[in-house]
């Protein structure tokens, strides 16, 4: 499966960004597919995870309520709408993937991510 993640850039608090993250190569039927942010000088954390085949969801408490994940079939595409982003929110978020089958796991350690897209930035503004 790869990955590209696009939609990251600068924008001021209170503001939106929609990231996006397609994959090729496969369909992602069976699929885990969630958001990391690394921040600088910090480690990167998971943010929101989507289980493709049954569409539950799982958050940070410091992005729910502001960070929406969803996918979109049709386009083997999966999505993180930022609404009320703040100046702690500016890094470099990251889209991954690992097959879970039937589980309903949606698993928020990074090592467990087989496959990864390359980045964008995110920068707010105060």
């Known amino acids: 499966v790869q990955l590209q993640a696009s939609g990251g850039g600068l924008v001021q608090a209170g503001g939106s960004l929609r990231l996006s993250c397609a994959a090729s190569?496969?369909?992602?039927?069976?699929?885990?597919v969630s958001w990391f942010r690394q921040a600088p000088g910090r480690e990167r954390e998971f943010l929101a995870g989507?289980?493709?085949?049954?569409?539950?969801?799982y958050y940070i408490d410091s992005v729910k309520g502001r960070f929406t994940i969803s996918g979109d079939n049709g386009k083997n595409t999966v999505y993180l709408q930022m609404n009320g982003l703040k100046p702690e929110d500016t890094g470099v978020y990251y889209c991954?993937?690992?097959?879970?089958?039937?589980?309903?796991?949606?698993?928020?350690?990074?090592?467990?991510?087989?496959?990864w897209g390359q980045g964008t930035q995110v920068t707010v503004s105060s």
């Open positions: 190569g496969r369909t992602l039927s069976g699929y885990v």
């Open positions: 991954a993937t690992l097959y879970r089958g039937f589980s309903s796991t949606i698993d928020n350690e990074e090592h467990r991510y087989k496959y």
């Open positions: 989507l289980r493709w085949s049954g569409g539950n969801t």
